[in-house]
């Protein structure tokens, strides 16, 4: 029998006020990581050799990493109090990041969000002089037109489709147009990509700028699962 929600969300700039990846870029990149973004951008290059690309032309230490992160990086201000309520109805909530483990579990130590998360993202290496990309999937070929990822989130949400009766998704980027016909509800952050890329397909979606909206979505979709509809 399946369970009744589950909650799955995208993690840079929807959890985070930031892109962290984007904003690594712009900080410690050059020309050369302005010219590998565009490609992506225009759908020339899949996202799994992007961010490869990315952090091979990087000059970054594991320090500076982490001391970037620290002191750059923020979450929602709202976000805290939506996974308290969630957690504390005894909803699934699990988070999937086409980014990394090394500043997703760091961000939220840092916030101090201990919860038990289930979290689905890559893993970065910082070895002398290179920094090595991990990828959660080895996937050979893709179902639609944006390049091969390094975390197939259509994988991971199609999983979960089988497990649970509702699929609500929270997303804002380009790594959630392919799971954004898969979910049940669908919150999408105003003037993101993903709202573009939605419009232009019909994709029906609810718009929201923080998690206090979020939130306030979310109630009514708590109403409209527990009544069965």
Known sequence: MKKELIIISDFDGTIT??????????????????EIENKYINNEVGEKETLKNHYLNL?????????FIKEKIEIDPYFKDFLHYVKENQYKFV????????????????????????????HLEFTPGKIKTHFLHDIKSCHQPFGICGNC????????????????????????????????????KSGSSLEEYCQNKNINYQGFNSFLDVHRLFKEVESDVLSGS
């Open 17 to 34: 006020i930031q892109d962290v990846n984007n904003s690594i870029f712009d900080t410690f990149g050059d020309e050369k990581n302005v």
């Open 59 to 67: 000059n970054l230490t594991e320090k500076e990493f982490q001391e």
């Open 95 to 122: 988070i999937v990041s086409s980014g990394f483990l090394n500043y997703i579990n760091l961000i939220l130590k840092e916030n101090n969000i201990d919860e038990d998360l289930k979290i689905y993202a890559n």
């Open 153 to 188: 989130k259509y994988k991971v949400v199609k999983g979960y489709k089988n497990k649970f009766k509702k699929v609500l998704y929270i997303g804002d980027g380009l790594t959630d147009r392919c799971v954004a016909e898969l979910a049940d509800y669908l919150f999408v």
